[in-house]
């Protein structure tokens, strides 16, 4: 995928820019999930007969791997979404668990749950609202002007990690669609993270 070289522009002729994506030692917004939005492997007990729950309530016994997915990046968005379900198993091992949070709606996550053999958790993030309270969404700042492939109004890729204390200890935010997260960084964050 390439990235085109322009000047966004808001419209009325003033420059507009990119919202700053957060990074490690911010601290992760507490949003919430509605259930019924998503495709669902595993969940704690204690939150699975809740219509909706708080990301302060998913991750209160371990940290999570959060990470952003959309099917408009094409290819780039293929080997994504094969590389979260090649670090599923080995996040899961050492103590953490992967959300993949996709602007597809709940009436298509099951597809694309059996399309990529995803043993994840993934929700809709409906009108990207979390993207964008993690700064990677904003329509001042479309990527579709930018990336020679896409079309629509996307979240840029973006994969944290975020602690029990919604302490965001890892980021990697990929405003050029030209790189890919690292599983070793993902498993080596953790696990100095749980030896603390």
């Given amino acids: 995928m390439q990235t085109k070289k322009i000047e966004p522009s808001s419209g009325n002729g003033l420059k507009s820019f990119r919202p700053k994506a957060l990074q490690a030692s911010n601290t992760a917004p507490d949003f919430t999930i509605l259930k019924a939005n998503g495709s669902w492997q595993k969940l704690p007990e204690t939150l699975e007969n809740l219509p909706y729950f708080k990301l302060s ?9 959060l ?4 099917p408009s990046w094409s290819s780039y968005g293929d080997i994504h979404l094969e ?20 602007n597809v709606g709940p009436e298509n996550l099951s597809r694309l749950t059996q399309k990529y053999k995803l043993s994840i958790n993934i929700c809709y993030d409906q009108n990207n609202q979390i ?8 329509e001042n700042y479309p990527i579709w002007k930018r990336t020679t492939g896409i079309s629509e109004q996307v979240p840029l890729p973006a994969t944290y990690i975020i602690m029990p204390n919604r302490l965001i200890i890892h ?7 030209d790189n890919f997260f690292s599983i ?12 603390n």
């Avoid at 590389?83 to 996709?102: F, N, P, S, W, Y």
């Avoid at 993207?131 to 904003?138: L, N």
């Avoid at 980021?171 to 669609?177: A, S």
């Avoid at 070793?184 to 030896?195: N, P, Q, S």
């Fill in 184 to 195: 070793r960084e993902l498993e080596a964050f953790i696990k100095v993270y749980l030896r």
């Fill in 57 to 65: 309530q998913l991750i209160r016994l371990r940290p999570l791997v």
């Fill in 131 to 138: 993207a964008r309270s993690f700064g990677i969404f904003s």
């Fill in 67 to 70: 990470s952003f997915y959309s």
């Fill in 83 to 102: 590389l979260l379900q090649k670090a599923h198993k080995r996040i899961k091992d050492i103590g953490a668990e992967i959300l993949i949070l996709t």
């Fill in 171 to 177: 980021d990697f935010v990929d405003e050029d669609f």
